[in-house]
Every structure is written in C-alpha cells, then in structure tokens.
C-alpha cells in the first residue's frame, strides 16, 4: 500500500527509508531505463557536474545504465565531458545507452581494467568519479585506492551506498560507509565533504570525498 507524507507526519526518518528504497529499486528510471539512484543525489550531481565540468566521468557499477545516461545527457546539455562505465557485464544495458557517443562501455573487474581506462583519459583531464558496484568493504576500499589516482584537486570521487547499515539494515557488513573510512585514515589527500549531503536524506553518507590537494 502507498504511504502518503501527509498521513506519516510523526514517522522516523528509519521508517521512510524503506518506502524510499522500494521506489529506488524497483521503479526508478531515466527516460526509461531503470535506474537506482536517489533521485537527491542525482540532483547534486549535476549540481556538481555543473560547477566542475569534468572531462571525463567514471561510473563503476552500471545495472541498466540509467546513470550512465542521466550523465550522458548532462554533459550534452553542457556541451562537454564524455562518460566511461565499467561493470563485469553490461547486458542490461539498453541500445540507446550504448550508442550514446559520450559512452564507453568496458565489461569486466574495474581494477583489472585500470590499464584499459588510462588509455582513455590524458594527464591534463580532470575526472569524476561515481563508485556503484558490489559495496563489499574489501572491493569498495580496493577501487577506492585503486582509481583515486584519477581525481585531481577539488574534485570529487562519490561513493553511493554508504546507507547500508546506516540508515538501511541491507547489503554488506562492514560495506561502503566503513571502506570509505578505512580510506579517509590512510590518505590526507582527500576528505569527506558532508555539505553534500545537504537535502538531508541522502544514499551516500559521508560519500563525497573531494581531493584537497
């Protein structure tokens, strides 16, 4: 049964991300192609990209592509950037998706694949970077130490999902929330910019790490 914010006006904020979450996954699409994000943080992505313009966005972890696309289509309204995606399998992904010019698909373990996507960015691109994918500690933490090297100063790498276990009672435990902690105490170069996380409700707590030289 639907839940109406006008009947649910004393409810915690742990019994709305539930609701939140069952839109999320299961009916959240981009011009039809089935999503799964937070359309919260999406909004500040584009506020983000706006800001930076990036040349180049990694996502890793791809699902259908909704992403990708909502990406995709920023950089053509900004008429820059272009958009790599890399998943172990894109055969969700739609046909409209992969012939979008500004995508380049690679299939396959994305720190195996670290040589692949240096081919693809010169030394003087700047790089945005969005982490989706399995949110285990171990491979969240390895992508992390792996791909940072990509993000030059005031610009950011986002790692979703931190909600698990806090906020969430779902995925891996420890998860994202931890791996980017773990990251955070090994590396000055970056720190956690929770003014991000300013519509309050948000899938990435403490996600948004910003290099800061």
């Not at 919260?40 to 972890?61: C, H, K, S």
């Not at 694949?113 to 390895?142: C, M």
């Not at 902690?181 to 956690?192: H, S, T, Y």
Request: charged share 25%; proline share 6%.
């Amino acid at each position: 049964m639907q839940a109406f914010i006008d009947e649910m006006l004393e409810a915690s904020i742990k019994d709305i991300l539930p609701i939140m979450q069952e839109r999320i996954v299961n009916k959240t699409k981009y011009f039809g192609v089935p999503t799964q994000k937070n359309p919260l943080d999406a909004w500040r992505y584009q506020e983000i990209i706006f800001d930076l313009r990036p040349d180049v966005i990694i996502e890793i972890g791809n699902f259908s592509g909704g992403g990708l696309f909502f990406i995709a289509q920023i950089c053509d309204l900004l008429d820059h950037g272009r958009v790599i995606g890399l998943d172990i399998s894109h055969q969700s992904v739609p046909e409209k998706v992969r012939v979008h010019p500004r995508i380049t698909l690679i299939e396959g373990d994305a720190c195996q694949n670290l040589p692949t996507v240096r081919k693809l960015i010169s030394i003087n691109e700047t790089v945005l970077i969005i982490e989706d994918s399995s949110h285990t500690f171990e491979n969240t933490l390895n992508i992390l130490r792996t791909y940072s090297i990509f993000i030059k100063p005031s610009f950011y790498f986002i790692v979703e999902d931190g909600i698990c276990h806090h906020g969430l009672d779902i995925g891996p435990e420890p998860g994202p929330f931890e791996a980017i902690e773990q990251f955070i105490e090994e590396n000055a170069d970056f720190e956690i910019d929770r003014s991000n996380e300013s519509f309050f409700i948000t899938w990435n707590p403490k996600g948004f790490l910003r290099r800061i030289r």
